[in-house]
């Protein structure tokens, strides 16, 4: 199939670089609160790229669920194909595609767990179903049916039907600490804005990267 008309011209509008805020985390703040008060579909989703031993590049989406001055935090399961390459390597790549408001930012950095403490705080907050989830799944693992999942799902209710379901000893958060990120607004004629911050020492210089 031959695609190669299918184009639209970027009007949203540009960035400049008078329109940044000095550090970048609190300019992805803004630029986040703007893309939920738009009404996007899970804005917090992000494609994650790790690398495995061989080279070989991987994504997935993950959902951010928190950040602040000290990175991005996802969770997972750490037995997981992304929590192992990171492990070997924890070099990473974070995109959040804000296609709507033609909008794209672009964080590189280090990923590290974080306690288990701040494990234990995030996984007792969410549903049930979904502390119980956590435990059901070895996840990247090959499945021979979905049937062995439900019924290994059905033991765990059987096994934590009365009390709080605990965190499991494999699963937990990742904190993305950033060295770049890098913002980018669709331009007309494919004159696209990208600004590019870097971490210097304590603080971070700007630059305007071509389109």
């Not at 031993?53 to 959902?63: A, D, E, I, K, M």
């Not at 705080?121 to 996840?139: E, H, L, N, T």
């Amino acid at each position: 199939m031959d695609i190669s008309d299918f184009r639209k011209e970027y009007q949203k509008g540009g960035l400049r670089r008078a329109d940044l805020l000095p550090e970048p985390v609190a300019q992805f703040g803004k630029w986040f609160s703007q893309a939920c008060d738009a009404g996007l579909h899970e804005p917090n989703a992000m494609a994650l790229a790790t690398v495995a031993p061989n080279g070989q590049p991987s994504q997935r989406t993950v959902l951010l669920k928190y950040f602040d001055a000290d990175g991005f935090v996802f969770f997972t399961n750490y037995e997981s194909r992304k929590a192992r390459e990171i492990a070997l390597n924890p070099q990473v790549s974070l995109l959040f595609p804000w296609i709507t408001l033609e909008r794209q930012v672009i964080v590189q950095g280090r990923a590290e767990k974080i306690s288990a403490l701040e494990s234990l705080k995030y996984f007792a907050s969410r549903p049930r179903d979904s502390q119980m989830g956590a435990w059901v799944s070895q996840q990247s693992s090959v499945v021979g049916s979905r049937q062995l999942l439900e019924m290994k799902l059905a033991e765990i209710k059987r096994k934590f039907s009365a009390g709080e379901v605990p965190l499991p000893s494999f699963w937990g958060g990742l904190r993305v600490v950033p060295e770049s990120i890098e913002f980018w607004q669709g331009g007309e004629g494919r004159l696209h804005d990208r600004l590019l911050y870097e971490r210097r020492g304590d603080g971070w210089a700007i630059a305007r990267l071509a389109p």
